[in-house]
């Protein structure tokens, strides 16, 4: 497993030493920098306008965008006008991954999941499904059940601790017939804690995705693609698994669900996900405010761009009538495919 992290500290520091060479630019602007709405402006679109991954991928014209924005700005409007500018602008990006940051506000964007039904009610879960009898891992990386004879683990983001519980989480699952393993509303979190979880299903050495790094000032400069590997485990589960995604399984689950279709026991069930296939980077404004944006692209092995997200092999909403009568119809579902 350490093998996995250093590989992925190694291209995580490539990622930086090209940042910061290109155009030698630094990670943080400089604080000499003028400190202006009409600066900041400035500074925060070239900086897109170069670094940004997905311009063409998405065909997203940014310098129109400067033409009608750009007019909308002058040094005494007040900050709160100012940062509605900015929002407006970098809504047009429709990216997770992209996000403003100032003392009185913060934008994100949410329309990947806004506009799809939810697919999700934690509350039928608790209520119908677990009876209070689900149980925790330290860390509270993993909750878990059994339903039936089969075993369910919810993972509800990738930032918790004690990942490596996955371990005697299957060993005490090893009577199931099969596994369901939902992240619906996992935000995501660490790639690595997703690794850690999709290798201990997984019996060889497999390629799961390509990363390519903005590395120029053009919206087509990229580096070569690097692969990324799920490492095989000692003593991995092979037995059926059922992967529940909803389009807010986004970011490092939206990985996660990459390296499982990698996993020929594995079925993928629900809605598409919500996607988020680029690595963030954080940069800072000359007044203070901070932004992110993602500046590299990830490939499935087959070469397909999974930033607007992955589709299930079997597609299933919750239904209205089975959330009447307090059933989960995913989870419905992936209990008869793994009971067949």
Partial sequence: MANIK?????????????????????????????NTHISNFEILWNDFDKNYSFFEYKRINWDSLYSV???????EMKNRDFFKVLNQLLFHLKDGHVNLSAPFDYTRFSEYYLK????FNYDLLERNYFNNQQMYTKGGAYEYIWLGNIGYIRISDFDASGFGYIEGLLTYFSNAKGIIIDIRNNPGGDPYNAEIVASHFNNVKRVYAFWKWKNGPKHSDFTDAFPYYIEASENPWLKPVALLTNRSSFSASNDFTLMMHQLPHVIHLGDTTGGGGGVPYYRELPNGWTY??????????????VEFGISPHVLQYTDTNDFINGKDSMIEKALEILDN
């Fill in 116 to 119: 799809a039904p939810p697919n």
């Fill in 6 to 34: 250093n590989m992925r500290f190694s291209l995580w520091l490539l990622g930086i030493i090209i940042f910061t060479l290109s155009g030698c630019e630094k990670l943080f602007i400089k604080p000499d920098k003028e």
């Fill in 69 to 75: 924005y750009r007019p909308l700005v002058h040094n």
């Fill in 292 to 305: 992110r944006f993602s500046r590299t692209q990830t490939l499935s092995p087959e070469g397909e761009n």
